[in-house]
């Protein structure tokens, strides 16, 4: 029974679009759906895929526009996510050096890193050595994809409705660039992850230049633009509208909260404004331990593991969590999905890896079909180089 936002904002009487991948189109409630090229490897070149995206939007937008009914767009940018490909000039934005050095040695350890290694090789440049060049090239996506989006703002300014158009821009996870051993992914719940961009403008209702201090969570997006638009469902929402935190009517609606991670591999913890504890429910293909704990305060890059050294803390923090699990599925009257999904490591005896080390020998990430030509172009280039001995 549960409606989306796009089938709520339909039912009072909004057009609504969605340009990109969201996994499951039919099941977000969307009356038009739209893609685009999104991803690209590196023998395909450096793809402008915020332009791509634009060319869809733009006459999408001028659509819209000219029914003369309210509207919701949702664009999905996928220039930040990897691939980093960023076309010219961005991949050179951030980066003087030289990206090739044979004396530069720090990415050996992205490229032996089995799992991922093959992903990582279909797409970035041959003959790389400096990881601070990858992490540029981030950087250089995320410049032009900015760059792009002003595009689509200064169409919404021809057009006459910037001013009356909420605009919101958020991401839906942070990356681990060459954070704790994870390389150019989002694996993890460290905070690098879990802090996430969000900017609102809507001139008369949201101050420009107004920065707002405490937590919020995914789940305040949705009351929070339901209440500028000025509509009022009756529905009892889980987030909370971010327009108390924008007015001074609160300072932060959850000073600690649950995280969880049920992707890679399921990680769920509790954080405080002092404290993070991690519990993996699964081996780690990144061989972190079952359980972590750091001092936000002290360690806010958490590289010093404290959960052995402070088994107080653990167990307060846990029981912390456990009773909000409990609370919640009374709530709910379903169990925690934490719980009951996945197992594909198998760490209740059920799926096929009981260990890190079994999980990192047999997981690889990427397509099969390029693994398997990268991995015979590597043993022709092994052969031709002991030829040549």
């Not at 930040?80 to 490909?85: F, G, I, K, N, S």
């Not at 638009?229 to 529905?235: H, L």
């Amino acid at each position: 029974d549960m409606k989306t936002l796009p089938e709520m904002l339909r039912d009072e009487g909004y057009n609504t679009t969605c340009v990109g991948f969201t996994g499951n189109p039919s099941s977000r409630g969307f009356d038009t759906y739209l893609d685009y090229q999104a991803w690209g490897s590196w023998e395909e070149g450096r793809l402008p895929k915020a332009q791509y995206l634009n060319d869809v939007t733009l006459p999408e937008l001028d659509r819209l526009c000219d029914e003369d009914k309210p509207f919701f767009l949702f664009l999905r940018h996928m220039d930040p996510h990897a691939p980093y490909l960023p076309p010219a000039p961005f991949e050179r934005m951030f980066y003087h050096g030289d990206e090739t050095d044979p004396e530069n040695k720090s990415m050996e350890p992205v490229l032996a890193f089995k799992p991922f290694r093959d992903f990582l090789a279909s797409w970035l440049p041959p003959g790389i050595s400096d990881k601070d060049y990858v992490i540029a090239q981030y950087d250089g996506a995320i410049a032009y994809m900015d760059a792009c989006i002003q595009s689509i703002f200064t169409a919404l300014e021809a057009r006459g409705v910037m001013d009356e158009t909420i605009v919101v821009l958020n991401g839906d996870h942070g990356e681990t660039l060459y954070d704790h051993d994870c390389f150019f992914d989002h694996h993890g719940i460290y905070d690098v992850t879990l802090h996430v961009p969000l900017i609102i403008r809507y001139p008369g209702k949201v101050p420009a230049g107004q920065r707002v201090a405490g937590f919020n969570q995914h789940k305040d997006l949705v009351p929070t633009i339901m209440e500028l638009a000025g509509i009022d469902t009756g529905i009892a929402y889980d987030g909370r509208s971010l327009m108390q935190l924008v007015n001074g009517e609160a300072d932060s609606f959850e000073s600690e909260f649950y995280i969880t991670e049920c992707t890679w591999m399921r990680k769920h913890g509790w954080r405080t404004p002092h404290w993070k504890l991690i519990i993996a429910l699964e081996p780690d293909f990144h061989f972190k331990p079952e359980i972590e704990l750091y001092n936000l305060v002290e360690d806010p890059d958490e590289n010093h593991n404290l959960a052995e050294s402070e088994p107080e803390m653990v167990a307060l923090l846990k029981g912390r969590m456990d009773a909000w699990i409990a609370k919640r599925e009374q709530e709910t009257g379903k169990p925690n999905p934490m719980h009951h999904q996945g197992d594909w490591h198998g760490h209740e005896g059920l799926g096929p890896f009981t260990s890190s080390q079994q999980a990192y020998d047999t997981l690889h990430i990427g397509s099969a079909s390029q693994a398997r030509r990268l991995q015979a172009r590597e043993a022709q280039e092994k052969a031709e180089a002991e030829k040549k001995d």
